[in-house]
């Protein structure tokens, strides 16, 4: 079942209110917000049985999460006036799967040269209502603060790298160098109205690292 669907679904119909409710219709002006989280994640590898020249692995993640954020409630002067505002609820799903390998060749007993690739296939999937509370019937900001349901997802794909090479100086000391390209896929914002929620790009990153290392 989609829990993130379940729980949202959950959370409206213990709200006294809906889309469907008369704005003017009074109700309480505060309410804890809540936050709930779920995840599961698992990931596999199969790693090759020798080290020299070559060594390698194979592998596979699955991620899952729900996140729920509800009864967020901004009021004041600034949304109505004392004891008014709007009930902003939100929810989202994000499904995440990646395979990957790397592998190491040993062009001599001291050289090392490392290559890795990944693929990763990410959906976020969003729910989002806001419903006024106290506003008068029929004013402009018990118009503009009733936002029915909405949902939106989003989908991406990305394949990622790194090099690496590692030169032993000593048997206690080696320097090394390595380039990673790095990627975090897009996501929606639990605490933004429904209407002005697009979901955020997607984030790249190309790390560059040199050292030595000793023992």
């Given at each position: ?52 020249p ?118 206690r ?7 990673n ?6 996501i ?24 030595v290392?000793s023992?």
């Amino acid at each position: 079942s989609d829990v993130c669907s379940s729980d949202l679904k959950a959370m409206e119909s213990r709200s006294p209110h809906s889309t469907t409710v008369t704005p003017s219709l009074p109700r309480k002006s505060s309410r804890p917000i809540e936050y709930k989280s779920r995840y599961y994640q698992q990931e596999v590898r199969l790693a090759s049985a020798t080290t020299t020249p070559l060594s390698w692995q194979i592998g596979a993640f699955y991620y899952h999460a729900n996140a729920v954020l509800v009864h967020q409630t901004p009021q004041g002067l600034s949304v109505g006036g004392i004891g008014r505002g709007f009930d902003l609820n939100t929810a989202m799903k994000t499904q995440s799967v990646a395979l990957f390998g790397e592998a190491t060749w040993s062009v001599t007993e001291t050289t090392h040269i490392t290559g890795g690739l990944r693929y990763t296939h990410d959906k976020r999937s969003y729910r989002g209502q806001q419903v006024p509370f106290n506003q008068p019937a029929g004013s402009p900001l018990a118009t503009a603060f009733n936002i029915p349901l909405k949902t939106d997802s989003a989908t991406f794909n990305k394949v990622t790298y790194r090099v690496a090479i590692r030169q032993e100086i000593t048997d206690r000391v080696n320097i090394y160098g390595s380039y990673n390209r790095g990627f975090k896929s897009g996501i929606y914002s639990l605490n933004a109205a429904p209407l002005t929620n697009p979901v955020l790009k997607p984030q790249t990153v190309d790390a560059f690292e040199a050292g030595v290392k000793s023992q």
